[in-house]
Each structure stands twice: as structure tokens, then as C-alpha cells.
């Protein structure tokens, strides 16, 4: 990963926080992408300077098309174009769809999807003209599966998986691979805020692996389609779920 350009969009926190250190930790320069959550993104931009990474945090709204293009160059006059995109910023919603505002349907795919759309296309002039890039969509079971009362997320994550094939085939000539992780259930704020102790004992007893995902297990998965032993790897979907959808 050494020379390589990293930007993980919604880093400052969760998954993408340990996608963040784990690509750092492999030598990459990382940009921290964070919206709302500002002290939790300096506070690991501190911690990983502490370790002697080179990183540095962007604030943006991944929605927003300026934004996205301030963000953008922001880490290009700091270093030069993006090499690996991982588009993981995310919101959830747990609600029967008859309750679904026109709004909430908006936020959700305004975030889960156009969110990687802006960056994705921000991101592939350089990585076209480079003829290297790594585009890494961090999608969920839920696209692949379905799941009732999260249908807005589902569709949102099941676009993101469609997205990521058309890609794929958009820009492999060009020496670019796109993907998608697809995790089951981890163990982050986002689970925490739609499922009781209850539901998330009863969805371990689900789990083959007998424990829910950490942000690790994602993070590892990110690191290998990120490298260049998944260079002939694209357009594909990996589910990491300790068996939950998968057997
Ligand atoms: P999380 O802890 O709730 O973190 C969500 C991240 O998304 C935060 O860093 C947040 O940044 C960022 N974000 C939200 N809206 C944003 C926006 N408009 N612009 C930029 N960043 C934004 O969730 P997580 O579990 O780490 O989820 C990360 C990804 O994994 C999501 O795409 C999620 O759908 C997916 N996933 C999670 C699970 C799970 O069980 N946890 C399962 C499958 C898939 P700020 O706080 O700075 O706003």
C-alpha cells in the first residue's frame, strides 16, 4: 500500500474507522472523510499520527456535490489523486414502509447511494488517467437478502451492489476494480440503535461464527480487495457475515 491514496468516506467512527486504520497500518495515506462526527474523527486522526501514519481528516457531507468536490480537492492538493475510494458512509432505517416519509426514502438513498455515485465519479478521472484504482462500496447482507422493515436501506444497499457491478465493467479496462463487502450484523452504533439485547442475542444464535461481526472482520476484507493480490478480482459481491446468509 505504500504510495497509495486512500479516501474512506464516514471514517470517523465505526467501520470505517477500523477501514481507515487497517489501510493506514498497511502504509496507505489516509483521508478521514466525517460529516457530523468531528471529535471522533480528530480524535483517531490524533491517535493514528500518534502510531506515525500520514493522514489527515475532511469534513463532508458525501450528499452534497460540492462537498464531495471541496473534499476531493482538499486531498489532492495535499497529495494528489485518490488511488482507493472506499465509499462506506451509511444510514440506517427500521420503520414499516406505510410510516416511510418521502424524506426519510430521500436522506437514505441520498447518502447510501448517491453518496458513493459523487464520489465514484469524482474519483475516476484520476484513476482512469492513472490506469490504477480501488473503488470498495461497503454494501450489507440486507441488499442481497432483503429485510422487511428496512426496505429503504435494503433498496439503497442493493443499488449500491448493482452500482458496483455496472462499474466493475465501466472502468476493469482501465486498470480499476470495483467491489462490494456486504456485511452481516456488526457490532457498531448503527446496530446498537435498531436492535435490543434481546434481538441481538437471538440473531448470534443465527450466526454459525456464534458472535457478530466487528468492524475488523470488515476492515480485513477491505484491506485485501484494496491490495494488489485482488487485482483480478471485480464486480464482486463479499459477503463477510460468519456464515449468517451464506450457509
Ligand atoms: P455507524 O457507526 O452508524 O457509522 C456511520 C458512518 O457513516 C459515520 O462515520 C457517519 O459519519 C457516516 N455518515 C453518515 N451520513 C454521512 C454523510 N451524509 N456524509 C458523510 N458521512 C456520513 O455505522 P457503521 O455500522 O460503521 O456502518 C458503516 C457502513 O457499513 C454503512 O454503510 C452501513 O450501512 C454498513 N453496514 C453496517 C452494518 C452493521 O451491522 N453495523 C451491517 C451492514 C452494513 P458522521 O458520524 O461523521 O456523520
Redesign the pocket.
Known sequence: MKGRIALV??????????IAEKLAESGAKVAI??????E??FALLEKMRTRGFEVIAV??????PS?VEAMFEKIEKTWGGVNILV??????LKKLITDTAVEEWDRVI???LK?AFLCSRRALPGMISRRYGRIIN??????ITGASCESV?AA??GG?IAFTKSLAREAGYSGITVNA???????????D??LDREEIAELINDIPAGR??R?AD?AEACLYLASDKAEFINGQVMVVDGGWISV
Do not use: F
Open positions: 468516506t464516514g471514517a470517523g467512527r465505526g467501520i470505517g474507522a477500523a472523510n466525517y460529516n457530523s462526527s468531528k471522533a474523527a469534513k463532508a457531507d458525501v450528499a452534497e462537498q465509499n462506506n458512509a451509511g444510514v440506517g441520498n447518502i447510501n453518496g461497503i454494501a450489507s447482507v440486507w441488499g436501506y439503497s444497499k449500491l463487502i456486504a456485511p452481516g450484523p456488526v457490532q457498531t452504533e448503527m446496530l440503535s435498531e457478530l461481526g468492524a470488515i
